[in-house]
């Protein structure tokens, strides 16, 4: 059937078409200049304009695929993590396509979007392989086999900030616009990586290898804009920016790597908003080429959030003959990531 996939876990409106992992149209619309004089998402806000945007949003995504709502044969929505407001309004206007269409729901995980995302594109994910996801609420390493059916393997998790979080936080401290991950992404063009000395957390040889840590490098950042600040020098602000950008660079894919190489796996699959980062990108290749890992990493406006990768999971769970969700399905905005499909949980093989 043709899945149309329904994201309002944040700041976007987000409405795609897939069918039989082909992305057939996608719409996004974002209230993020309005949360940007606020400096973060404001929940009230970003509640208020997936109502404005809903349904505009879904019928352009329609255009686009050149389809109709009648051509709709399942819808998938973003039940959780994310804002409870925001979250609603997705999942009520799910309900009420599912239920008018006389089509299955289900009910999905936020960041198993963001993993099927990266199926859109160059065919669909081996079995199995690693998939480091980036984005603005979460860092994990995981191990992934059958998305629409196998628990999904936490290798490990940021014990802290999420590696977004330290973009968006250090952008904030050295002045730089919201969102602050593109703004670091700019200025460090035009900086040294070199020129900041910051740590690379958890990569000792006693360390978890696969856990991440970023608020000390939001700290570390902060005490060198200080201490230029103390003796009265302006800090660099791109030298800064990409300092932090190496350090997370660095830490990132060296940890990816290595969960590679550790569990014999071939493929990593960089997925989430951060992944949107250049240097990121940059270093994942060369470090992958020379490890013999394949790539995989979705283009860039697949990388955001957007219905897309929601419609893509919608895709997988009713390709899988997986149960629908039941048309009282709840949010659940703290959900952790256990399986793609939040509900029903799929019986256990
Ligand atoms: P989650 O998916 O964890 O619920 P989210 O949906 O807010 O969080 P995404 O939309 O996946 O997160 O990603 C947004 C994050 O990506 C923000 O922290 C933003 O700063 C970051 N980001 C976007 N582009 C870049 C870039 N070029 N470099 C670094 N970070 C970036
Ligand atoms: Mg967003
Ligand atoms: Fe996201």
């Not at 404001?42 to 505009?56: D, G």
């Not at 051509?71 to 999942?91: E, H, K, N, R």
């Amino acid at each position: 059937p043709v899945v149309l996939g329904i994201e309002s876990s944040c700041d976007e409106t987000g409405a795609g078409l897939v069918r039989d992992g082909v992305l057939l149209g996608q719409a996004v619309a974002s209230s993020m200049d309005e949360h940007a004089r606020y400096g973060g998402v404001v929940p009230e806000i970003a509640a208020r304009a997936h109502v404005h945007a809903m349904a505009p949003v879904v019928r352009e995504a329609l255009d686009r695929a050149g389809l109709t709502l009648r051509d709709v044969g399942a819808v998938a929505v973003t039940t959780g993590p994310g804002l409870s407001g925001a979250l609603q309004v997705g999942v009520a206007a799910a309900k009420g396509y599912a239920f008018s269409l006389g089509v299955p729901l289900y009910g999905v995980h936020h960041l198993a979007g963001h993993v099927a995302a990266a199926g859109l594109a160059g065919g669909p994910l081996p079995n199995p392989c690693v998939v480091l996801i980036v984005s603005g609420g979460h860092t994990s390493l995981l191990l992934v086999r059958d998305l629409a059916r196998d628990p999904i393997v936490h290798l490990g998790d940021t014990l802290d900030d999420a590696a977004g979080e330290c973009f968006d936080k250090t952008a904030r401290i050295l002045g730089l616009p919201y969102p602050g991950g593109p703004a670091i992404d700019r200025a460090a063009r035009d900086g040294d990586p070199g020129a900041v000395r910051l740590p690379r957390p958890l990569t000792g040889p006693g360390d978890a290898p696969y856990a991440f840590s970023f608020s000390g490098l939001k700290t570390a950042a902060a005490r060198w804009v200080e201490g230029h600040r103390a003796a009265g020098v302006e800090p660099r602000v791109p030298d800064a920016a990409a300092s932090l950008q190496e350090a997370i660079a660095d830490t990132l894919t060296r940890k990816a790597v290595r969960a590679c190489t550790d569990h014999g796996i071939r493929t990593l699959v960089v997925v989430g908003g951060v992944a949107a980062n250049s240097r990121i990108r940059a270093l994942t290749e060369q470090r992958c080429a020379a490890a013999g890992i394949t790539l995989r990493v979705p283009p860039l406006p697949l990388c955001t959030d957007n219905g897309a990768m929601v419609a893509a999971i919608g895709d997988l769970l009713a390709r899988a003959g997986a149960e629908p969700a039941p048309l009282d399905v709840s949010i659940d905005p703290s959900a952790p990531l256990e399986y793609a499909a939040l509900t029903p949980r799929p019986r256990a093989r």
